[in-house]
């Protein structure tokens, strides 16, 4: 039986697509089929798609994990998408707008939400990934929603409770994809800043590597923690400055994905800056990562997008002279570096937008929670 004929044998289910069958792909769509919908992935190898329908596992992206029996897969995008009611995109960010062409005329007759799955920015023009979708997919802008959080994928797919936002211009949208993309161990809180629940998705990419750099190095918790509280700083800045609430990179967005990525030896972006430490060349990492590190690509865009706005990042250029081969990986130490010996405060650039106090005392709180496991942040509502 094809995953056609079986999907619509189960046509009381809503049915959804999800173009990618990476770790994230996959485990975003067990997420839709355990919250009741009718899943088909799209996968670019016939030999993966074989697997997910006959096997119901992922064993390359997701050894050990059993795949519930409402998703299939297929290796034709026309098959994936014929029907969907919602349609999710879990693709490299290089290689999305070459995917999306091909999409383009499959949906053009339905009006679906499209969600995007992907953390980064595009190398050659800078725009994020829902940009690339307007513009590709010629679509109105309140179609499109992203999801982001702390989204360890091996985790969700064993079924660890965890939170993550939905953010779209538009609140229905936000709320349509939130109400399928939840479930028993799954919640979803949602969002319409956009921008800074997608600058959010990157900008902790770019910390995570640097806090992988100073672990593969040797450097202790000190030094790590010192990076992640002025990687918020950072990342803030550079949101606010590209019209973010501030208070998004205080949610699930921000802080809650920081943190998860930066501690976390499954974070991809950890373990290329945790091989960069050990003193692995950039081409080197490159080829040993099984997956796409997103932040690696994301660093010289996001750069030049801080120049072009005035916002000082002086971790993520410490990042690149290691990446360039420019700076000895134990020379890192970017929140210890300035142009002179005045002493800095701690606020944000924008600290007059609800940054600096606001922004340690949601940093504390959000720490606690952590710990002792608490609710979502203000910021996102449920």
């Known amino acids: ?21 990476g770790s994230w792909g996959t485990t975003f769509g067990k997420i839709l089929a355990d919250g009741g919908a009718h899943v088909t992935m799209w996968a670019r190898r016939p030999e993966l798609a074989h697997e997910i329908n006959e096997a119901k596992r992922n064993s390359e992206y997701l050894p050990g994990i059993n795949l519930p029996r409402s998703m299939s897969a297929t290796h034709h995008l026309s098959e994936a998408l014929d029907g969907a009611e919602q349609v999710y995109l879990s693709i490299p960010s290089q290689a999305v707008r070459q995917n999306l062409k091909a999409v383009r005329p499959l949906i053009a007759q339905t009006d679906a939400p499209i969600v995007s799955l992907m953390k980064g920015v595009e190398r ?16 109105d802008p309140d179609r499109i929603a992203v999801a982001s959080g702390p989204n360890l994928a091996l985790e969700i797919a064993r079924e660890q409770p965890t939170a993550a936002v939905i953010s779209s211009t538009s609140q229905e949208t936000a709320d349509a994809v939130a109400r399928r993309a939840r479930n028993g161990y799954f919640r979803t809180f949602v969002n319409t800043d956009v921008i800074g629940t997608e600058f959010g998705g990157v900008l902790k990419n770019l910390i995570a590597v640097a806090i992988g750099i100073v672990d593969g190095v040797g450097y202790g918790e000190n030094t790590k923690a010192s990076i992640i509280t002025r990687g918020l700083v950072e990342m803030t800045d550079f949101a606010v400055a590209f019209g973010a609430q501030p208070e998004t990179l205080q949610g699930l967005a921000g802080l809650g994905d920081l943190i998860a990525t930066c501690q976390s030896p499954l974070s991809r972006n950890n373990t290329a800056g945790r091989l960069l430490g050990q003193g692995y060349r950039f081409d080197d990492v490159v080829k040993q990562m ?15 997008l801080a120049r072009e706005v005035g916002v000082a990042m002086p971790i993520v250029e410490q990042v690149k002279m290691v990446l360039d081969g420019t700076m000895n990986p ?3 130490a970017p929140h210890l570096t300035t142009d002179d010996d005045t002493p800095m405060g701690e606020r944000t650039q924008n600290g007059q937008n609800g940054g600096g106090g606001a922004l340690w005392r949601s940093l504390q709180r959000a720490l606690d929670q952590f710990r002792h496991g608490g609710r979502g942040a203000a910021g996102d509502r449920p």
């Open 1 to 21: 039986m094809t995953p056609r004929q079986e999907s619509r044998r189960g046509d009381a289910q809503p049915r959804v697509a999800v173009v990618g069958a």
């Open 124 to 139: 050659r023009t800078g725009l994020r990934m829902s940009q690339v979708i307007e513009q590709e997919l010629h679509c």
């Open 290 to 304: 099984n997956q796409t590190a997103e932040g690696l690509a994301s660093v010289a865009p996001i750069l030049q």
């Open 330 to 332: 134990r020379d890192i």
